[in-house]
């Protein structure tokens, strides 16, 4: 069993910065790829990031530049910095893990394990 808790989200204006941790605990080691997802009301639950084992990372388009994972393998702890915020960025943003990085990591379907997420509101 895997157990992950995401904490950082809050409420920001355009323009600001948040960053969320994942704490992982249980069943886990740092071989699993772990990474972000958000769901927006009214939307499909969307890839935000992800980071492999070794470090590489992947993220959407709509983040690149302003969004960035990164994980302390020794704490089993994801992170994501969040600059440059934007509205369109309000969503809850979940923490994932899986044992190995799937092919089709944007999908949400692929993570085997969740946290229960962190609201994050951004306003214009």
């Known amino acids: 069993q895997v157990q992950l808790v995401e904490s950082g989200g809050g409420s920001v204006q355009a323009g600001g910065s948040l960053r969320l941790s994942c704490a992982a605990s249980g069943y886990i080691d740092n071989r699993y790829a772990m990474g972000w997802f958000r769901q927006a009301p009214g939307h499909e639950r969307e890839a935000v990031a992800v980071i492999d084992a070794d470090g590489t990372t992947n993220s959407a388009d709509s983040v690149k530049g302003r969004f960035t994972i990164s994980r302390d393998n020794a704490r089993n702890t994801q992170y994501l910095q969040m600059n440059s915020l934007k509205p369109e960025d309000t969503a809850m943003y979940y923490c994932?893990?899986?044992?190995?990085?799937?092919?089709?990591?944007?999908?949400?379907?692929?993570?085997?394990?969740w946290g229960r997420g962190t609201q994050v509101t951004v306003s214009s």
């Open positions: 994932a893990a899986h044992p190995f990085t799937p092919r089709n990591w944007w999908r949400p379907q692929t993570f085997a394990y």
